[in-house]
């Protein structure tokens, strides 16, 4: 039985009924969930057919809940790999093509040996080919164009970038919260 509630993540919303994070997804595996429920932190608001049970007890798991607290996103993102790709698209800033996330690396535009900086406004993503033929050149000396300027995105931009790359497990209670999929009406 434990294998199939494994595959009941709930989708976690902010007070606000936004999720906390698009990619990756905001999900709390159903232990998580359930406890929160029973400490009172957060709002059911869609469940799953399944339930889990005791002799006099019984719960459906929940499918997306809503913290009752309003938890503030940091306006800055943290700089890490995953959010240069994420910014970057998972695409080479040099050849533009899109690769999977396990294909790409990242390149300091300037050089640390000619005193480039680890930071949002120097590294961008590149593929393996470009990073390997860039090497330890400028752009201009290794005959290479930038896609786009590096910058230090904001929450808001990488969360609709996230948006774009849906995961690829959503369960149809959540697609109201997450905009993917979703039908909209018309007038």
């Known amino acids: 039985m434990s294998s199939a509630l494994d595959s009941c993540p709930a989708l976690v919303l902010n007070a606000d009924f936004r999720p906390l994070n698009y990619f990756p997804l905001s999900l709390w595996s159903w232990q998580n969930a359930v406890k929160a429920v029973f400490l009172d932190r ?21 499918s997306v809940i809503s913290l009752k607290q309003y938890v503030q996103v940091s306006r800055k993102p943290a700089f890490t790999r995953f959010n240069v790709f994420l910014r970057d698209r998972f695409s080479c800033q040099y050849c533009t093509d899109p690769f999977p996330t396990q294909e790409l690396t990242f390149d300091h535009v300037v050089p640390r040996s000619r005193g ?49 790359f849906p995961p690829n497990y959503l369960h149809e209670s959540w697609r109201d919260f997450l905009y993917w999929d979703s039908e909209l009406e018309t007038s």
Do not use: F
């Open 116 to 164: 480039g900086r680890t930071e949002w406004t120097n590294v961008v993503t590149a593929c393996g080919v470009c990073n390997l033929r860039k090497g330890n050149k400028s752009t201009k000396e290794a005959n290479m164009h930038l896609l786009k300027k590096p910058a230090q995105p904001n929450n808001h931009y990488l969360q609709e970038v996230g948006r774009a």
């Open 42 to 62: 957060v709002n059911v608001v869609s469940e799953y057919d399944n339930a889990i049970h005791s002799p006099s007890w019984e719960m459906k798991l929940p």
